[in-house]
């Protein structure tokens, strides 16, 4: 059973880090250290039967009633089960529960557009590269 925990815990920050090394870091050579933002933000840790399978973290952005979502990750073995589906719907329903948010955006690797585009994140502006990799800004309208 998946169970999907969204706090500004410095543990939850901990254990969501451990999957951000394993996907961000040792499977995909970017530098993902601790930053200011991670002091700020609420950390998602996902579980499954007590293992920490996937994670993310969500933050004010710069303009009013939009949060950003930033290093959703799920470990390798546990891909392709819905897991990054299901945090990313418990980051929406938060959002706009708790935070009162409008639009969420993010920045998508090109790989992953596939999956953010069928959850309803469309496109905004040009392909950039991120650390060599390219990446493309989106936006979901949610309240």
């Known amino acids: 059973m998946l169970n999907i925990v ?7 920050f901990e254990s969501a880090f451990t999957v951000r090394k394993a996907v961000f870091v040792d499977e995909q050579g970017f530098n993902d250290f601790p930053d ?6 609420y950390h998602i840790v996902a579980f499954m039967e007590d293992k920490i399978v ?9 303009e009013d009633g939009t949060y950003h979502i930033g290093r959703i990750a799920v470990l390798n073995s546990y891909r392709g089960k819905g897991i990054g589906y299901e945090i990313m ?7 706009k529960e708790n935070l009162n ?3 969420l955006e993010l920045s998508a690797q090109k790989r992953a557009l596939d ?18 990799y390219p ?9």
């Open 6 to 12: 969204i706090s500004k815990d410095n543990k939850v």
């Open 36 to 41: 200011e933002t991670d002091k700020l933000a």
């Open 54 to 62: 996937g994670c993310g973290r969500l933050f004010e952005a710069d």
């Open 89 to 95: 719907k418990k980051i929406e329903a938060f959002s």
């Open 101 to 103: 948010a409008v639009t």
């Open 115 to 132: 999956f953010y585009i069928k959850l309803g994140y469309e496109i905004v502006g040009d392909e950039y590269l991120e650390e060599n």
């Open 135 to 143: 990446h493309y800004y989106m936006r979901k309208t949610i309240n």
